[in-house]
């Protein structure tokens, strides 16, 4: 999530103590026997929780210390819990004076599979199709508001309302997204955003968009919780598909349990007076930098509403590494997309991405940094550079690609210009350990939506998708791309973000059949469908190498390689009608005879032909 700066009056956030008439909460919720990590830290959250002492008694599981901080709301027990400990449920004895009682905490069995039937990774293999949960269909119209929530208002007519999409919808619409070729989803958060509404821009909003958490433990209800959730993650897997999480680590919203109630002053990113972040990413990678400009980028806060947690903090880090391993063995994820990654602390990312790789090794991750470079987009990810910190993140959201394809589908053709920068851009791959693990893309729910972006130009259109379906990398379709939609962040993000035609019972069109498309909707579908369903059985494309070519007058072809298959992508972005001559392309060509143009099925005898401006193909080279 990437936002401008609003200027909203603040009250600054200090140690509050409330005292909730509630049951003590535990986090995590609960654990499984057979982890690798035998350390555990619960938090204990309850009404002077801490005027009592504590006692475990359970063959394998030891209470190791009794952390009491300043809140005495909160304890902190850390525990160990051995490879001889087996499934059951721990009596956690609480002692004070003038009473005792007892919280009983359930040990489950480790769910076998890791690694191939969940934890499975995401690869250059996949397709990953990012949706809103909330714009993209209701499936169950009985969840739409709960009257003891914050925000109880849902209306469509309000773009800055919730409109109701749930995961009901998402499941109920699995097989369109498996007919497009999509082998991953992804979602914007679907932990709790219990948020009572903002003022932004002079604007009462909801957190629809999900990166304001209450409490990761609980999946929104509005959203159908928890058990609708790891029904979801049945059902893609099932169809052999994969599930990745959106993972915020920087922030919480401010009406969050542990923000309303504060376990240590330390908890959050404090300052004199609210400091913002600059949202500068430079001076993490700047050896000329501040400190303070440094801290500013980091601490900074993202938003009033969004408070910046520090990482830096024992408890905190705790917390949030847990909650990421205790996500993905309880919904059996394979992956997580993080948000917002170079505003969090740069030694806290390394060892949470290190702590879930270690219980799950195949587990894909890939960290939002939004920047314009290449340099310091590989800084913020697994890299060849020679510098005094090393990020460990396997890939990045591969923003200075995405910035040089707009430019090669809409500037001019010159030295530096046009794709031009396509192809210097990826010549500069050398700066990543692995580029082919990152993430990319040509929209998402915080950019314009590419279709506005190109003109609504349909022939520029099937070059941005040839592109995005055959370059290196693990491409990210953006719902609703694959049927034009389309509009800029004008006024506000809520442009890009509406709702998916048909995802209503109420809609009077319904794209998520043939019948329900226009016929440029219709046929971009199709174009979309067929090129990633050739993709996903292609090893020249899930698992092959990347030849490129110097563009000549807006010329730009490539290679996608296997020992088994070979690919060939030609693009046209110049203005005059241009001959393709096949003998500069020998060392990739040697040995074939034929062309078969992917989405046509023709054969065509491998020699030179003209392109017309604007023409993009996709050939299989054939012997």
């Known amino acids: 999530m990437h936002m401008k700066k609003l200027l909203i009056p603040f009250v600054f956030l200090l140690q509050v103590t409330v005292l909730f008439a509630q049951e003590t909460a535990v986090y995590p919720t609960h654990w499984w026997t057979g982890m690798k990590n035998k350390n555990l830290q619960l938090m204990l959250h309850g009404p002077n929780i801490a005027q009592n002492t504590f006692s475990i008694s359970y063959p394998g599981v030891t209470l190791v210390k009794t952390n009491k901080v300043e809140n005495k709301n909160y304890v902190f027990l850390d525990l160990v819990i051995s490879a001889a400990a087996k499934p059951g449920t721990v009596t956690i004895n609480l002692k004070r004076t003038g009473g005792s009682s007892t919280i009983n905490y359930l040990l489950k069995q480790k769910a076998p599979g890791a690694g191939t039937a969940y934890a499975q990774g995401i690869t250059a293999a996949d397709l990953v199709y990012l949706l809103m949960p909330d714009r993209f269909a209701n499936g169950e119209p009985a969840n739409d ?102 993972a915020v ?31 500068k990413d430079q001076p993490l990678v700047d050896p000329y930098a501040s400190d303070i400009d440094r801290k500013t980028s980091v601490s900074g806060w993202f938003t009033p509403f969004l408070v910046d947690l520090n990482q ?3 408890y905190v880090a705790n917390f949030l590494i847990q909650y990421a391993i205790w996500a993905t063995q309880e919904f059996e994820l394979d992956g997580w997309r993080v948000d917002t990654y170079f505003y969090s602390d740069p ?44 990020h460990n993140t396997p890939g990045v959201t591969d923003f200075p690609l995405y910035f040089a394809m707009l430019d090669g589908l809409n500037q001019p053709f010159g030295w530096t210009e046009g794709v031009n920068k396509v192809y210097s851009t990826l010549a500069q791959d050398i700066a990543y350990k692995d580029p082919f693990r990152n993430s990319i893309f040509l929209d998402n729910h915080d950019l314009d939506r590419i279709y506005s972006v190109i003109g609504e ?127 500069r392309f020998s060392e990739r060509t040697k040995g074939f005879t034929k062309l078969r143009n992917i989405q046509t099925g023709d054969v065509l005898p491998l020699q030179d032909f003209t392109v017309q401006p604007k023409e993009s193909f996709v050939f299989e080279l054939l012997k």
């Open 145 to 246: 508001a709960f009257a003891n929530m914050r925000d109880t208002a849902k209306s469509r007519n309000n773009p800055f309302n919730r409109h109701g999409g749930d995961l009901q919808g998402v499941i109920k619409n699995l097989d369109y997204m498996q007919e497009l070729g999509v082998t991953a989803l992804w979602m914007t958060p679907v932990v709790e955003n219990d948020m009572a509404r903002t003022m932004e821009g002079g604007v009462s909003r909801s957190t629809y968009h999900g990166y304001a958490f209450t409490n990761q433990y609980q999946v929104d209800r509005r959203l159908g919780g928890n058990e609708t959730y790891k029904q979801l993650g049945k059902e893609l897997h099932k169809r052999g598909m994969k599930l990745i999480q959106d």
């Open 249 to 279: 680590y920087n922030h919480v919203g401010q009406d969050h349990f542990f923000i309303r109630d504060m376990p240590m002053k330390e908890w959050v990113n404090q300052w004199p007076q609210y400091t913002n972040t600059s949202y």
């Open 312 to 314: 830096r903090n024992p």
């Open 347 to 390: 030694e806290f990312l390394n060892k949470v991405n290190t702590a879930l790789l270690t219980e799950f090794p195949k587990l894909g991750i890939f960290g939002e940094a939004w920047v314009h470079t290449v340099i310091n987009s590989a800084f913020f990810a697994e890299n060849n550079l020679k510098i005094p910190f090393k």
């Open 457 to 583: 130009d349909f022939d520029k259109y099937k070059m941005a998708m040839n592109w995005l379906l055959t370059q290196r990398g693990i491409p990210q379709l953006y719902y609703g791309t694959e049927i034009l939609m389309k509009n800029f962040k004008n006024p506000s993000d809520a442009e890009v973000r509406r709702d998916f035609p048909g995802g209503w019972p109420d809609d009077k069109e319904n794209k998520f059949t043939a019948a329900g498309r226009k016929q440029k909707e219709g046929e971009a579908f199709q174009f979309v469908t067929k090129l990633a369903n050739f993709r996903k059985a292609s090893p020249a494309l899930t698992t092959g190498k990347l030849m490129q070519y110097v563009p000549e007058n807006g010329l730009y072809t490539y290679f996608r390689y296997s020992p088994a298959q070979t690919v060939m992508v030609i693009s046209h972005t110049g203005k005059e009608e241009i001959k393709v001559t096949m003998a």
